[in-house]
């Protein structure tokens, strides 16, 4: 059983404006996440990785294939079903980090974890153990706004991991930080991962992060194929 798995995955969009006809992004694509391994998707814009992520994660259906995700086809799954099963098994992490601006990095990170339904004394706890590994210890009630970029990107990387994850899912996490912060965050999203033993899917245009990975694949003309892989 992997954390993700999609089989012959297409996705085709309405084309825009006048006139029928679809515009097919993804073909038949075939793709496992394995529980500790850290794969990067790389392609040109528009190619469709972002595409390609929000199916791995039920947040968009495919039009032709099956995505399991931890045992379960998205498919079976009505919408409440769906977000109840994202919210157990998957981690996401935006390039924009989409944090609750009215609430603090702490009670931000707590999120998820309340959602599910865990008492807050049952997950203060790992919310601040995580926040200690990222380094804002001294961070804890600092809303938002009252964040650095990097920091901002720490505490969405917190929250992705509270309900501890089977894969977390990214889509260009460090897109938004200058190279140093981008640089930390890469490193502690791979050390992370690897030290929680999760499947780490991420989706970047930086090929150094890239490189990073076990696993490269590039998304060129509708199909995945892998360029690097450490055995
Ligand atoms: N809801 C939609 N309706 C129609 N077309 C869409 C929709 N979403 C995406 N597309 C098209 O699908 C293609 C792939 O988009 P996607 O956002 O997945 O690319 P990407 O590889 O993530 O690009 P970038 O690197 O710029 O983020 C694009 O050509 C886009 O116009
Ligand atoms: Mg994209």
């Keep these: 059983m992997y954390p993700i798995e999609l089989k012959g995955v297409s996705k085709a969009f309405p084309s825009a404006g006048k006139g029928s006809g679809e515009l097919l992004i993804l073909d038949k694509i075939d793709f496992a996440a394995q529980e500790g391994v850290s794969t990067a998707i790389i392609g040109k814009s528009g190619s ?6 929000q199916i791995a994660g039920g947040l968009d259906s495919p039009t032709e294939g099956m995505v399991i995700c931890s045992g379960t086809d998205f498919a079976t799954l009505n919408d409440k079903q769906k977000s109840y099963h994202r919210n157990q098994h998957i981690g996401f992490i935006f390039q924009a980090n989409l944090l609750l601006e009215d609430f603090t990095a702490l009670e931000n990170v707590l999120v998820p974890a309340l959602i ?10 790992r919310a601040m153990d995580l926040l200690e590994m990222t380094g804002l210890t001294e961070r804890l009630n600092h809303y938002p706004s009252q ?8 505490v969405a990387i917190c929250r992705a991991l509270i309900n501890n994850p089977d894969v977390i899912l990214a889509d260009e996490p460090t897109g938004a930080l200058d190279e140093e912060n981008a640089s930390q965050i890469e490193n502690l999203l791979l050390s992370l991962a690897k030290a929680e033993k999760k499947s780490l899917l991420l989706v970047t245009h930086n090929n150094d992060f890239a490189q990073k990975c076990d696993r490269v694949y590039l998304l060129t003309n509708r199909k995945l194929t892998l360029i690097k892989d450490v055995k």
């Design 48 to 53: 469709g990785k972002s595409t390609l992520l």
């Design 116 to 125: 599910s339904g865990t008492k807050e004394k049952d997950c203060r706890q």
């Design 147 to 154: 964040l650095s970029g990097g920091e901002k990107q720490r």
